[in-house]
């Protein structure tokens, strides 16, 4: 096994070690301990620790040949994505017919799996190194209907009505790791088309579709990561739109005459303290806005800013709009 194998699965194990140990240590602070979620995690590493061909033999060659690996990795990746949907619905119900869909399957999947690795333990026969790409395509095919047919379209639809930036940006990545592993189940079907038809060295190939595995487990490594840790790549967009809107919140005061001199600051220099000042700031601009003498000039504060609000839209989207805003500094 490579070195970068060996530092990528002690570095997935280590994080999912601290983290689960945050999450027990913080569990009846919160209440939001979840352990389907911690199995969910517990089976992507134990899927990742045992993907590629180093590590299958070296596995399989300490249960006589037998492929345990492989069927560890089909077991592991089907339930995660039918323990994903699981939790998808207790977010966003699903269907009562998709989720009987579901359940058939995915446990069918798994009963074909038990049944196939039972034989072969029961008939002595020798695996046939080919028939792990039988295997990886019949699991990827599972994965890839759970994806599609409810993980993917529960994410999107979750990251259309989110507010809470962070969280948007966990959404992105889990829709990310999804798409991504959509195309590994791809590349998994064209190396047993390979295989079958005997085009090509399937050797060839599997550097080139190996990238794409570790760009899953990538984003499979985001996905532990909480959401509020992403606040960090978030902080300078959101001080940008702080200083935007605390300079168009001046500038409505001016206009409207209303001589407050109020100075909206964060307590503290948090992203929590900054959202909050986001919001006072918008809530003031909207409470006075229509205090502005009205002018037909298109580069004056009051027409830019009433061709804003006339419009409906989310709380996100008018935090963006306003932000963006482009007047002529002369008309306040």
């Keep these: 096994m490579s070195l970068l194998k060996l530092l990528l699965i002690a570095l997935l194990w280590t994080v999912y070690g601290c983290m689960l140990v945050r999450a027990l240590m913080q569990r009846d602070a919160n209440n939001r301990f979840r352990p389907q ?29 037998l492929p345990v690996s492989v069927y560890i990795k089909y077991f592991a990746l089907t339930l995660i994505a039918y323990l994903y949907c699981t939790l998808m619905h207790t977010i966003k119900p699903i269907t009562a017919s998709t989720l009987r869909a579901l359940r058939l399957v995915n446990w069918l999947a798994i009963g074909v799996g038990l049944v196939s690795f039972g034989l072969l333990v029961l008939s002595d026969i020798r695996f046939h ?38 969280m948007r940006i966990k959404h992105i990545l889990n829709t990310l790791l999804c798409s991504t592993y959509v195309l590994v189940a791809v590349t998994s079907v ?16 599997l550097p080139i579709f190996l990238p794409l595995t570790y760009l899953v487990y990538f984003f499979f490594l985001w996905a532990l ?27 409505v005061e001016r206009l409207a ?12 220099w948090t992203l ?3 959202e909050f000042a986001i919001y006072q700031c918008v809530i003031f601009i909207l409470d006075h806005a229509s205090l502005i003498q009205p ?38």
């Design 257 to 268: 005459e209303l001589h407050m001199n109020l100075n909206i600051m964060p307590a503290r």
């Design 129 to 166: 190194p080919d028939t792990r790409y039988y295997v990886h395509a019949a699991r990827d095919s599972i994965v890839t209907i759970n994806m599609v047919w409810v993980i993917i379209p529960h994410n999107v639809s979750l990251f259309k009505i989110e507010q809470v930036p962070t």
């Design 225 to 251: 990561v909480p959401h509020r840790w992403v606040a960090f790549f978030l902080y300078p967009a959101r001080l940008y739109a702080y200083l935007r809107l605390r300079c168009l919140q001046r500038d």
């Design 37 to 65: 979620v911690w199995y969910l995690f517990f089976l992507g590493c134990v899927a990742f620790t045992f993907t590629g061909q180093e590590i299958e033999l070296t596995t399989d060659q300490f249960f006589g040949g």
């Design 190 to 205: 064209i190396s047993l088309i390979i295989v079958v038809f005997r085009l090509d060295d399937i050797n060839r190939w």
């Design 272 to 274: 929590g303290e900054l």
């Design 295 to 332: 002018s037909d000039d298109k580069h004056h504060l009051a027409y830019r800013l009433s061709r804003v609000l006339r419009k409906e839209m989310d709380y996100p989207t008018l935090v963006r709009s306003l932000t963006r805003l482009r007047y002529a500094r002369s008309s306040t």
